[in-house]
């Protein structure tokens, strides 16, 4: 039982923080005033590409995982790590690109912007497909339904929130996903 649990917290705690990116994003598109349906829609999408870029890369982990063993676990903490790196240092110096994220008003537009943002599902995707399959679709599933609801969230927020919330969310995602990586490393 507690085992579940643990893993329920684990995997709600990683969603949160993949979903901090869209978050951040569509505070800096609340900010800048987007329409109601072009908000649902954006927020589809990056709900979308969350579950399937956390497959695709759980699909490619699994497969390495019989290869690699323990080495790929190493890789995938690694990965974890420096995407929360990478998340720290966009968030402290490239904050301005961030308030002018290209979302066109076309659905093509749409879905480039939301694919964009959901990339890094694809590293976590791979450092889950190392531990467990069923762990990694459960996980899957959970990062596309919170990062729906954060983008929703962000929106709104944006529309009230000053510009410095999105970053302090990013940092808070970024130490999240550096916290795990540390974890798949050590364990």
């Not at 990683?14 to 994003?25: K, Q, R, V, Y």
Request: contains cysteine; hydrophobic residues 55%.
């Amino acid at each position: 039982m507690f085992n579940h649990v643990h893993d329920g917290l684990e995997i709600m705690m990683m969603a949160i923080a993949l979903g901090m990116d869209a978050f951040s994003l569509a505070i800096g598109l609340g900010l800048h005033g987007v329409t109601r349906q072009r908000a649902l829609r954006l927020a589809v999408y990056i709900g979308f590409f969350h579950v399937a870029l956390t497959l695709a890369g759980l699909w490619a982990g699994v497969i390495l995982q019989g290869m690699l063993g323990k080495v790929a676990q190493w890789f995938s903490g690694a990965l974890l790590v420096g995407l929360g790196l990478h998340m720290v240092y966009a968030s402290l110096y490239h904050n301005d690109s961030k308030e002018q994220a290209p979302l066109g008003a076309t659905a093509v537009g749409g879905v480039l912007f939301a694919g964009g943002v959901s990339i890094d599902a694809l590293s976590v995707g791979f450092s889950l497909g190392l531990r467990s399959a069923a762990y990694g679709i459960v996980a899957a599933l959970a990062f596309g339904v919170v990062a729906t609801i954060m983008c929703v969230l962000g929106i709104l927020v944006g529309k009230r929130a000053n510009k410095l919330t999105g970053t302090y969310g990013e940092l808070l995602g970024a130490a999240i996903l550096i916290g795990y990586g540390l974890h798949f490393i050590c364990t």
